[in-house]
């Protein structure tokens, strides 16, 4: 019987001492499922595999490790993390977030939105990106961006992400964007979860969320609430997710893994 699911990573270098501490924050809250990490040396508290040479322009390596060797494990879910993730409690069920659906990844900020102060995402114009979007099947009535730092897959919905993100490529390639794992993972999801509105980060900011604005910078998460802000509006959002994607806190997440820093207090278990 397959075990529900697992966390799992793509990591080297300095980002391999982030993991570990990824894990030691996961752990200090009382998660105890698996964490699988492709590296290029041992994570502590991880079941390891070796990474060998991969090619890291645009993270796309994540797709195709996700294809090649993730869903070759004995789980039904497999859950991505990015390494400068920090657990300040344990988050209860991840797959939650799924809402019935084969993927999760939640959908920021909508483009469609006419208070929009931004005018592009990825070097491509906001409104050609909804254009884009709505050429390749996406009939919803916003369409919304995502961060890459944690996304959910079923493992038999893992050969249709890729195609679908693959065919997403390639086209908006044609188009004259190249494009990251960011808008791919962005089409697949808006093709494949059924009601976008239930996966927004306004609906799923209890279990993630994005530290972008660098509220923590320079330090980790302490589990108190803070205000994520809508990259294309500026709108501030209440927020106390359970895993904090800590995009600023890079240094102390190494020194934690390093073991230069002593583990700073996690919040309530």
Same mark, same amino acid.
């Given at each position: ?11 080297? %270098? ?43 322009? %645009? ?32 988050? %209860? ?82 188009? %004259? ?93």
């Amino acid at each position: 019987m397959k075990v529900r699911y697992c966390y799992w990573s793509v990591v080297d %270098g300095d980002y391999a001492w982030m993991m570990e501490a990824v894990i030691r924050s996961a752990r200090a809250a009382g998660v105890h499922h698996d964490f699988h990490v492709w590296s290029d040396r041992t994570i502590e508290g991880a079941i390891n595999h070796s990474a060998g040479k991969f090619d890291k322009w %645009g993270c796309l390596f994540k797709l195709v490790f996700l294809r090649d060797a993730v869903r070759q494990l004995d789980y039904e879910y497999f859950i991505w993390l990015d390494t400068d993730m920090w657990f300040v409690r344990h988050p %209860g069920d991840p797959l939650r977030a799924l809402q019935g659906a084969p993927i999760h990844i939640a959908l920021e900020c909508d483009l469609t939105n006419p208070k929009s102060v931004r005018a592009d995402w990825w070097n491509c114009p906001r409104d050609k990106f909804v254009s884009l979007m709505r050429e390749h099947g996406v009939r919803s009535r916003s369409i919304f961006n995502v961060n890459g730092g944690l996304f959910i897959v079923h493992r038999e919905a893992i050969e249709t992400v890729f195609k679908l993100a693959f065919d997403f490529w390639q086209s908006a390639k044609g188009q %004259g964007f190249k494009f990251n794992d960011e808008p791919l993972l962005c089409y697949a999801m808006h093709m494949l979860c059924g009601d976008p509105y239930a996966h927004t980060t306004r609906a799923t900011i209890d279990l993630w969320a994005s530290d972008w604005m660098g509220v923590f910078r320079d330090r980790l998460p302490d589990g108190r609430p803070w205000w994520f802000t809508d990259y294309f509006t500026g709108e501030r959002i209440p927020a106390n997710p359970a895993i904090v994607h800590a995009m600023r806190s890079k240094k102390a997440l190494v020194e934690v893994g390093r073991g230069a820093l002593p583990d700073p207090y996690l919040g309530p278990a």
